[in-house]
């Protein structure tokens, strides 16, 4: 049975960084992200196959690397074990947005390719169970099974079954808040995620970091709940520049900042100077493009500071999207 299924990418407000296990992907502390609309999206269609001899994967249109070929090789390993099922699979999976971009394509993906393998391999799983698969290909995923405001419960157990993501609020819960991404570098990043997860148990702020997230929680999720920017905003920048001073106290260091995400902060804060109240909160992934989170009345307020700013090459102006959806239209 061919399968298709689409999700989001998503941007945290409450980052994931560290692993308390690397295997399952099972973090110290929770995060809060919110699913973007449809411009950030991967469609995959997968089919397990008797003929195939191998499994094969196409991702934009060529076939994966040997690094993204394994590592989808692996995540369907874990399908297979669950559906006791051996045969091998076609995967094949289109974003919306250029792979490299340093727009999450991985949250998108994993989450895209954990409901159309788990469905094809003819497991039905529900939306928690799904989410805790999607945590195993990349943490980030799990976030992206759910639409709207999302927060990913870090669990204790070892076994990762406490681990997964649920619903704040749905996408159409907050309309008016906007997510204005500025692109300012298109390269791979040089030190993955991953990578940079390790290195951050060298770190002596982590575990400051780790006592100080669980007021930020509480700060954002009750900001949501009464959409109230101007609290959440400051939560958000500080839990941005909290993040970074962590990586760059990471041992070998890990900056992903540049000049230009250093400008366009600098810009918000004037920003948020000028008005009696935050109107705009940036907040930083492993990678120097800005999400400048802010409402509606001040989005165009935004874009023309951002086109000003040297070094930005594109602007994207994102509201906030669904969750995992099933499609009849096949990629192949
Ligand atoms: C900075 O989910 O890409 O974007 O679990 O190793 O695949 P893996 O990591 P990944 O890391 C995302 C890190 C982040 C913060 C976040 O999205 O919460």
């Known amino acids: 049975m061919k399968v298709t299924a689409i999700a989001n990418s998503n941007i945290a407000l409450v980052k ?18 919110f699913t973007m609309d449809d411009q950030l999206q991967t469609v995959t ?9 191998k499994d094969k994967v196409i991702l934009d249109g060529v076939e994966a ?9 692996k995540f369907l390993d874990v399908i297979r074990k ?7 699979a076609i995967v094949v999976s289109k974003n919306s947005f250029p792979k490299s971009a340093g727009l999450a394509s991985s949250a998108s993906g994993f989450a895209a390719l954990a409901a159309a393998a788990s469905k094809a391999a003819g497991l039905n799983l529900t939306p928690r169970e799904l989410s805790m698969l999607a945590r195993i290909g990349s943490g980030s995923a799990c976030r992206s099974v759910f639409g709207g405001a999302v927060e990913w419960r870090a669990g204790k157990k070892r076994d990762g079954s406490d681990s997964y993501a649920f619903q704040l609020s749905p996408p159409e819960d907050w309309r008016d808040l906007r997510n204005v991404i500025a692109i300012v570098s298109e390269d791979e990043k040089k030190v993955s995620s991953m990578e940079g997860m390790k290195r951050v148990k060298n770190s002596a702020l982590f575990s400051c970091r780790l006592k100080t997230i669980n007021e930020r929680l509480r700060v954002i999720r009750n900001a949501i709940k009464t ?36 400008e366009i902060i600098k810009k918000v804060i004037e920003l948020n100077e000028s008005f009696a109240e935050p109107v705009a909160a940036y907040t930083f ?30 602007i994207i102006v994102c509201g906030i999207g669904e969750g995992i959806r099933f499609s009849d239209k096949h990629l192949f």
Not at 45 to 53: A, G, P, Q, Y
């Open 16 to 33: 994931y960084w560290g692993k308390r296990n690397e295997e399952l992907n099972l973090p110290f502390n929770n995060s809060i992200s």
């Open 45 to 53: 269609t997968v089919e397990f196959d008797e003929k195939l001899k």
């Open 65 to 73: 690397n040997e690094r993204e070929s394994a590592r989808a090789v």
């Open 82 to 88: 669950m559906a006791k099922i051996k045969l091998n």
């Open 227 to 262: 959409h109230n920017f101007a609290e959440m905003a400051n939560a958000i920048m500080q839990e941005s520049n909290n993040l970074h001073a962590v990586m760059l106290d990471s041992w070998p260091p890990v900056s992903y900042l540049s000049d230009v995400s250093l």
């Open 285 to 314: 992934d492993a990678g120097p493009n800005a999400h400048i989170y802010t409402t509606l009345k001040h989005c165009n307020e935004i874009v023309k500071i951002l086109k000003d700013i040297n070094g930005v090459k594109r």
